[in-house]
Structures are given as structure tokens and as C-alpha cells.
């Protein structure tokens, strides 16, 4: 990441696209530190926080929130890399396109015209991709921070090495990392959980296993991620068939590469692969796939 | 005190009440998230009686025998999910804090004294694997202060094993099951009680006060009975063959086998994180948002990290088959030159605990067996230097050499800074940044050059200081050049680029004690005329009659440049070298250093005589924390200066 360096406050921005808004109340959580960020950073466009605005900017770091899944946000993202120094990408929509971009497997414009018919009464109104992308996809992004929310930590790490111009220092190694130094015993090993953390990035202080859960993979595949070998693992050790093997990687992620090469050859997300003529079936089956 | 005690079953909870009121706490089995673990233990009732586990590769369980048997044995399982370093050198430890005001700044050791702990259960492969820890963290000339307190303090009460997993390699390793030394106490858990044996002075007060009777014969004999079972067990499984081990394992450093293995590996660093005598760390900053304040904390860390073996520019282990390559011959066979027995100590846990069951024994039988050995180094070592321990020195002036390269000069210094050698370096650390090696440049009167290219945020923030401002030192360290090699003989000096700076203290020396030695040769070469650093003293260097300067650059624009272009070895061929009569110093980029070493052995050098100076990403500087290794060397501690023979094959090999 290049490295502003002044005296002046940074002028911090704050935006979103295709998404819950999550992320953006990881600024709002920062809670005392939120202070001392007033020291070096102006806010001065945070939609979610204040109806101060300055939309155009200019920002020497711009968070952007959400995935890209209509033509005017994707103009509209255009526009704003052109007027951000930095521009830094927050949570899974917008680093990996989100829960959203399942709707890339309806495969072809009359499946996702089945889904929007099945929203919306009157769905001539709706325009919309066919996919919803993430942002990296589109623009040049500086830095990312992953996870679905992001995790305050990494937040404050980032925003105190731009302030001070250095590297942030932001994981490339597995929750397994996380797990073991929290002395969390392993639920794969142990009780036969099917869990993605081998493959993903850590940062969320192994969250879910710490609650006797397998991670689903909100942070994204990590760098040199096998998730080959996990699926073999899934299917020849834990007994999980290729649908089931789909479903657990057909998560908040799912539409990055390492996990879409996985999803597809086990067949599709469950439901979806067959067509997604009728979108209640998808929907079903969806639900069971990421819980 | 009788050599073999018995111990009654209840007598457990009086042992254990006596380690308490000795003001420690217990840490032993307990049952936890569907596993055996470690924690603390209030009394036996905490212990898994009745408790057993079953392992094999990716796969644990545990299951419980009846429900109320008085004779449930307490310690009926094989091992744990991960072992007692989490104790005597935990996952997260706190170092230093640093504070930096205007241009003072201010070095806190924030660590805790360490805890008294006792450690209930303790087996013999976990002993090796702590023995192995002492020779490693504490038998050097640099300790881990913190271990060496853990360790110190802690009371250890070792049993016997009877019941070895699927997983278990013990007696391949020489390590167990017999417990043999490296306790306090030690128990053999028979169904109604323990026979029990004193290792130690204070294990011997501690049975004492528990004024136990003599063991009866029948009770010894089923206590021996006990190993003897496990021996058999571990007998008709799949083990490791450790003769030749380590010198069969280098032979193969380019085996399809690696791939193989790289291909269902997932380096999610799980076998290192559970393996006992894993000792990799790193040092997590945290800095405050006003970046006044830094705090340091040393982690866990896994050579299978992409981060692990990271440097400015680029990464010297991309490959998961790398890192894997890495892990298994340090295990298996670096370790050995390093610290005279394997890394491994045969428990299994990289067995059991890999997410998807890679067997370390199928590993290394797949990955067959070449070469001798080098003794560690018997060189000096220079100036004390741990980690958290900074000196300070204040930047007198600092000046641009080239566009991106800056020279500082350094005053204040403690005196072990400036007494430092040629070819040795620093840590330099500015809170807030990582620490970064930099090579010493001068020493001169009380002051000490530093030439840095700023590549990353610690060097770039360093060279932006203003005059007046202090910084962060440790070292000097690492084994530097060996100028008595040179005495009486040409020397030959050969530079690329920012090498140079490393090779000047060696220059000044030689010309200091000109009489010593014989013709001195100094070959410079950059890739532009404006990457060249020094460029008056060169000329200054070139005036003199009693040393020969050749430079040359890779390209130059028509019109800036009148001297030599081309490849620095082109030079050589300039000014004819005597082989059998010269030594060579040579430092710059890893693929100049190659080319140039073995154009210096085709004139007759011998490889012995012809020495390098190494890079690698280090974090500790004093091979504690395991980032710089190459091959069988720790680069920050056995070098950076390695002869063309130590470095062997390594230099060519892609991705160690």
C-alpha cells in the first residue's frame, strides 16, 4: 500500500454497494479508539453514521463496502476510485462479491430473471447483473480487510499503519494459526466437523470453532489455499457427498476462485446446479447449504 | 527415601495437594471441547479417569470405559491435543514496549515473571521434547529469557506410558516409552496406585513428606510390565528409520515427493503449532493510532506461513512443497548439525492433528535418503543481544548515496556497538516498524556507518529521520568476515550493487594492516552508473597504489559513463587471479554471488576460501525465532558470511 504522509488529517471516506451495512458498524464499534482516529482522520462522507456529506469526495482513503452487482454501481465505483488515493475494500461482499454472488450459478439471464421474479411483484422495474462481483474485480484495490463483518482489530491496525505510513500488518496464514494459539481443539480432527479453516484466512480469531462449529469461510481463501485436497478430505474421510461438499464451500465466499473451482466440481451450490428454474427450491436449499 | 514408593490411588490427591501449598498451580489432563487437554487441576477428580482416547492420522476420540469403576485409571490415554510448550513457551508472550516523544525514545520490558507450575503427566517423549527445547531456547550463548524462567520453575511429575496411539513413533526416535531422566517425579499408574520414583533433589523432598511405604515386588514388576506393553504395541506399527536418516533426507532435496506431498498439504501449520519442539516465533506490533507507542508480543509462528521467509522484495519459500521441504529436513535433519539430535521426538501429534492426515512417517518414507555434516561454528560469538533488549544511538547526519540509497552516521553508541566486526550487522528498530537487519558500514571513532536502501516502511521511515533523532539497535550480530583467512594472500573483493556496503569495514581494515596481505583486488559492479554507492571513495580507493579498483555497470546511457560494462566477472578476466594463493569476499544479490563464486572456483579458489554474505528475512537476529534458516544454518546467527563449501548446493536450489 502506498504510504500518505502529512501533518493534515486524512480525509476518510466511507461508502457500500451491494450489502448489509455490517462492515460500516465496525467503524461504529471501534468505541474509545474512535476518538483518537478523530486526531488523524476527517470523516468526511459516512453515509450509515452522518448526514454530513461529501459524496465526491476528494479521499485519501476510501472504505467501500458491498459487491457490484448493478451497472450504475458499477459507474459509480468507477467514478470514486478516480477521486480516492487509497481505496480499500471491507467485508466479504466487497473482497469476494458476498452471499449475493451465488446468483452467478442461476447461470444465464432467463435463471436470473427466474429469481427476480420470484422478489419481486413487479420485476420489470428491477435491473440488475447477472452477477454480483467484488470490487477488485472492477477497480484497483490498495488494501483489503475480509470477513463477514470485518473484525475491529484488523480495522484499527489498518487505519493506525496509514496514519503513520507503514504496512499494515494483516494475516495470510490459516485460522488453524488462530485455533491452536487459542488452544481451541481441533473440530475436524476431533468430532468430524467439517470445517474450512485450513484454507482460510485467519483474523477472525477462529470464531466458530471456538463455538464447536467449522468455519464457513467468511474471510476468504488464503494465500497458497488446497481446498482440492479439503474436499477430498470431506469426501473420503468425514463421508460428506459432493452436495454436501458443495454446500459447505458455497458460503459468504463462495465466488472466489479457490472456492468456486471446488463448488463447481462438486456440481453447484446445492439446488441451483439444476437450473434454478424455480427459485423456491434454490432458495431451500441455499438456506441448508451455508448454515 | 526408597527408590521405588508406592502410592496408594487416593494418595494422588495428596501429591497433588502438596505441589499447591508449595504455591503452584497443577496443570495436568483434564477433559475439554471432546478432548484430553492440559488445565489446571484442583484435585484427581479433575484427571480423564476412566477417560481413554483413540488416534489416528486426522482422526481423534475419545470414549469413556464404565461409568463408576473405582480402578478407571487416571492417565489411559496416549497424548494430548497439544503439548506443554503451551506452557513453558506459550503462544502469545508479551516483550517490550516502546515509546517514542519528538526524537527520544523510551524501551520497556513489559514481560511477567513466569508462574510456578507443576506439571502432572508428563511423558517420555514430551521430556525429550523439553530437553530438546533447553538445548534449543537455553543452551546456546543466547537464551530465551522467558523460557529459561518457565522452565526453571516448573515441578515435573512424568507417567509412565502404557497406552501408545496408532500415531505413536516413540521408540523409532529413541525417546521413549521408558521414562529415563528429565523429572522431579515420576509414577507408574497401576490399578490401585502408582508405583513412584524420585528424579530429582526436590522430587525427592516433595515424596518424602508423602512418607510412603516401599513398593512391594508384585508392584514393581507390573509397573515394568507397563512400558514393556507399550514397547510392543508401537512394534507392529509404522515407524521411521533413523540410521543415515539425516544425510539420506538432503540427498533428496529435489524428489518428486515433495510435490506428491504439496499436492493434499494445506499448509494450514497445525503439525508445527502441536509439535513439542516447534520453537518459531515472530513479533506482533501493535502500535497506537497517534504511533507514539508500540508494543511488541512474541507468537507462535509456522514455517508454513507465506509471511514466514518473506524480505523486501520478494520471498524465499513461495512453494507449499518449499515450506513443507523445509519443515521435514530441519526435523529430520539440519536439526542434527544445529543441535546434535532430531527435531522429532516421535509423539505423533503432526500425525493425528493434520486436517488431513499427512503421516510424517509415510513422508520421509516416501522422501528417501546423502551427505555429511558441518560442525556448528566455533567462531567467537560476538556482543550479547536478546530480543526486547535495544541499545540506543543517536543519527548525527545522514546523506543520499543514490536516488534511493541513504548512508546514516551514528554517535552515542554503547561500546559493544562500536567494537563490532566487519560483516556483522544490526537489528535496527524504530517503534512502531519492524525491526530490520542493516549491515554495518564503518566503524570509525566512537561512530558507526549504516548504508540503507529504503525498500520497505521501517527502512524509508528510518532514513527520513532527522538528525538528533535516536533509534534501536541490537548486535552487533552474526559471524563476520573472516579476514585471517586472508593473511598473506591476494584477496579478491567483489561487490554487486548495495553489496558493497557490508564489504567497506573489511576494506578499511585490510588497508589499515596493508602489510598482511598480499595484491588486493576490488571488483565493483551496479546496474546503472547512478546505483553505484561510494562513487568519491572509489576514486579515492583508485589513487592509491596498494589496492585495484575495477567497476562496471549492467547498461549505461551513451554519453555518462566512460568505465567498464558488462557483468562484474568480466573483470576477473582484466586482471589474471592466482587461485591457490588468494581469498575472495564477495557480496551482493543471491544470483550474482552464485555466478561470481563459481567463476572465482573455475580460476582455482577453493570454495573454502571464497565467502558470501547471505540474505534472509530475520526477526530475532540471534536464531531463536527460526524466520532466516537455510538449510542447517540459522543465516542471522551461523552467518550472514558463509564460506562457498558450507553453503554447499543450497545457493543454487530454488526455494530454501
Redesign the interface.
Known amino acids: 500500500m502506498a504510504?500518505p504522509k502529512s501533518d493534515k488529517p486524512l480525509r476518510v471516506g466511507v461508502v457500500k454497494f451491494a450489502s448489509c451495512d455490517g462492515c460500516q458498524l465496525g467503524f461504529l464499534d471501534l468505541g474509545p479508539?474512535l476518538l483518537?482516529?478523530g486526531?488523524?482522520f476527517s470523516i468526511v462522507e459516512f453515509g450509515e453514521a452522518s448526514s454530513r456529506r461529501a459524496p465526491d469526495g476528494p479521499f485519501d482513503v476510501l472504505f467501500v463496502e458491498g459487491s457490484i452487482s448493478t451497472d450504475d454501481q458499477l459507474r459509480h465505483l468507477r467514478h470514486l476510485r478516480d477521486r480516492a488515493s487509497l481505496l480499500v475494500t471491507i467485508g466479504a461482499c466487497a473482497t469476494s462479491g458476498g452471499i449475493q454472488a451465488l446468483r452467478a450459478w442461476a447461470g444465464n439471464d432467463r435463471g436470473i430473471a427466474g429469481f427476480i421474479a420470484a422478489v419481486y411483484a413487479t420485476p420489470e422495474y428491477v435491473d440488475t447483473l447477472a452477477t454480483a462481483t467484488p470490487v477488485a474485480d472492477h477497480v484497483q484495490v490498495d488494501a483489503e480487510l475480509r470477513g463477514c463483518p470485518i473484525d475491529t482489530g484488523q480495522l484499527?491496525?489498518l487505519?493506525?499503519?496509514t496514519?503513520?505510513?507503514?504496512?499494515p500488518?494483516l494475516?495470510?496464514?490459516?485460522v488453524?494459526?488462530e485455533c491452536?494459539?487459542?488452544?481451541?481443539?481441533?473440530v475436524?480432527?476431533?468430532?468430524?466437523e467439517p470445517?474450512l479453516?485450513?484454507?482460510i484466512s485467519s483474523g477472525c480469531g477462529a470464531l466458530c470453532p471456538g463455538m464447536?462449529r467449522g468455519c464457513y469461510g467468511c474471510f476468504g481463501p488464503r494465500?497458497?489455499a488446497?481446498g482440492g485436497?479439503?474436499a477430498?478430505?470431506y469426501r473420503g474421510?468425514l463421508g460428506l457427498s459432493d452436495e454436501r461438499v458443495a454446500a459447505r464451500f458455497a458460503g459468504f465466499t463462495a465466488w472466489a476462485p479457490e472456492l468456486r473451482e471446488v463448488i463447481d466440481a462438486a456440481g453447484g451450490p446445492p439446488g441451483m446446479r439444476r437450473a434454478a428454474s424455480t427459485a423456491a427450491s434454490a432458495d431451500a436449499d441455499v438456506d441448508g447449504g451455508v448454515a | 527415601m526408597t527408590t521405588r514408593a508406592w502410592l496408594p490411588r487416593q494418595g494422588l490427591d495428596r501429591l497433588i495437594a502438596l505441589l499447591q501449598e508449595d504455591g503452584r498451580r497443577v496443570i495436568g489432563p483434564t477433559v475439554r471441547d471432546s478432548a484430553i487437554v492440559y488445565g489446571e487441576i484442583a484435585s484427581g477428580a479433575d484427571l480423564p479417569n476412566g477417560i481413554h482416547d483413540e488416534q489416528a492420522p486426522g482422526r481423534y476420540r475419545i470414549s469413556s470405559s464404565s461409568g463408576d469403576d473405582p480402578a478407571a485409571k487416571a492417565f489411559d490415554y496416549a497424548s494430548s491435543p497439544s503439548s506443554w510448550k503451551s506452557w513453558t513457551f506459550p503462544p502469545t508472550v508479551p516483550m517490550a514496549r516502546a515509546t517514542r516523544e519528538g526524537d527520544r525514545l523510551t524501551y520497556d520490558d513489559v514481560r511477567h515473571d513466569a508462574p510456578r507450575l507443576a506439571f502432572l503427566g508428563v511423558r517420555a517423549c514430551d521430556l525429550a521434547a523439553l530437553a530438546i527445547h533447553d538445548e534449543v531456547l537455553a543452551g546456546g550463548p543466547y537464551i530465551d529469557e522467558d523460557y529459561a524462567d518457565r522452565r526453571g520453575k516448573a515441578f515435573i511429575v512424568a507417567v509412565e506410558c502404557g497406552v501408545p496411539s496408532s500415531t505413536c513413533f516413540c521408540v523409532s526416535m529413541g525417546t521413549g516409552p521408558e521414562v529415563r531422566s528429565g523429572f522431579d517425579i515420576a509414577l507408574t499408574e497401576l490399578p490401585d496406585g502408582y508405583v513412584l520414583r524420585a528424579g530429582s533433589e526436590a522430587g525427592r523432598k516433595v515424596a518424602d513428606r508423602l512418607s510412603l511405604a516401599e513398593a512391594g515386588s508384585l508392584q514393581t514388576y507390573a509397573a515394568a510390565g507397563v512400558t514393556v506393553a507399550a514397547r510392543a504395541v508401537m512394534a507392529e506399527q509404522l515407524g521411521v528409520t533413523t540410521e543415515g536418516l539425516k544425510d539420506r533426507l538432503m540427498a533428496q532435496l529435489e524428489s518428486d515427493g515433495w510435490d506428491e506431498i504439496a499436492e493434499t498439504c494445506l499448509a494450514c501449520t497445525s503439525c508445527t503449532m502441536v509439535c513439542p519442539t516447534c520453537f518459531c516465533s515472530d513479533v506482533k506490533l501493535t502500535t497506537d493510532l497517534l504511533g507514539t507507542t508500540s508494543q511488541s508480543e512474541r507468537r507462535w509462528a509456522s514455517c508454513f506461513t507465506l509471511d514466514f521467509a518473506r524480505v523486501a522484495h520478494g520471498n524465499f519459500r513461495p512453494r507449499v512443497r518449499d515450506r513443507y521441504r523445509q519443515w521435514l529436513t530441519h526435523k529430520f535433519s539440519t536439526w542434527v548439525d544445529q543441535f546434535g539430535t532430531f527435531g522429532c521426538v516421535g509423539c505423533g501429534r503432526c500425525i493425528t492433528w493434520c486436517p488431513v492426515g499427512i503421516d510424517v512417517r509415510k513422508s520421509l518414507l516416501r522422501v528417501a535418503p546423502l551427505r555429511p555434516a558441518l560442525q556448528r561454528s566455533e567462531k567467537p560469538v560476538p556482543v550479547s543481544a536478546n530480543p526486547g533488549h535495544y541499545s540506543l544511538g543517536t543519527i548525527a547526519e545522514s546523506w543520499p548515496e543514490t536516488k534511493n540509497v541513504y548512508t546514516l552516521r551514528l554517535t552515542d553508541l554503547p561500546e559493544s556497538v562500536c567494537n563490532g566486526l566487519p560483516g556483522q550487522f544490526l537489528m535496527l528498530d524504530l517503534p512502531g516498524f519492524s525491526a530490520v537487519p542493516i549491515s554495518i558500514s564503518r566503524y570509525r571513532d566512537g561512530e558507526i556507518f549504516l548504508t540503507i536502501r529504503t525498500e520497505g516502511a521501517s527502512t524509508y521511515a528510518i532514513t527520513s529521520l532527522p538528525p538528533g533523532s535516536q533509534v534501536g539497535l541490537r548486535g552487533p550480530v552474526g559471524q563476520g568476515w573472516p579476514i585471517e583467512e586472508a593473511f598473506g594472500r591476494d584477496v579478491v573483493i567483489v561487490a554487486g550493487g548495495i553489496g558493497l556496503p557490508p564489504l567497506r569495514p573489511l576494506i578499511d581494515r585490510i588497508l589499515a594492516n596493508r602489510g598482511h596481505f598480499g595484491s588486493v583486488r576490488l571488483f565493483y559492479g551496479a546496474r546503472t552508473p547512478a546505483d553505484l554507492v561510494y562513487t568519491e571513495e572509489l576514486k579515492g580507493w583508485a589513487a592509491r597504489d596498494d589496492i585495484v579498483v575495477g567497476v562496471t555497470v549492467d547498461r549505461a546511457k551513451v554519453g555518462t559513463w566512460s568505465g567498464a560494462v558488462g557483468v562484474v566477472t568480466h573483470l576477473f578476466d582484466r586482471e589474471p587471479i592466482d587461485g591457490s594463493h588468494t581469498t575472495a569476499y564477495v557480496c551482493g544479490p543471491e544470483k550474482m554471488m552464485s555466478a561470481t563464486s563459481n567463476s572465482l572456483a573455475g580460476r582455482g579458489i577453493l570454495p573454502e576460501r571464497i565467502f558470501l554474505s547471505m540474505e534472509r528475512h530475520m526477526e530475532c537476529g540471534i536464531g531463536l525465532c527460526g524466520h532466516c534458516q537455510m538449510g542447517r544454518y540459522f543465516v542471522c546467527k551461523d552467518g550472514p558470511v558463509f564460506s562457498r563449501r558450507d553453503l554447499g548446493e543450497s545457493l543454487d536450489l530454488e526455494g530454501m
Do not use: F, H, Y
Open positions: 504510504m479508539a483518537d482516529i486526531l488523524r484499527v491496525e487505519l493506525t499503519a496514519a503513520i505510513g507503514r504496512r500488518q494475516p495470510s496464514d490459516a488453524c494459526v491452536k494459539r487459542a488452544g481451541t481443539v481441533c475436524m480432527v476431533s468430532r468430524g470445517c479453516g485450513p484454507i464447536a494465500e497458497s488446497n485436497s479439503l477430498d478430505w474421510s
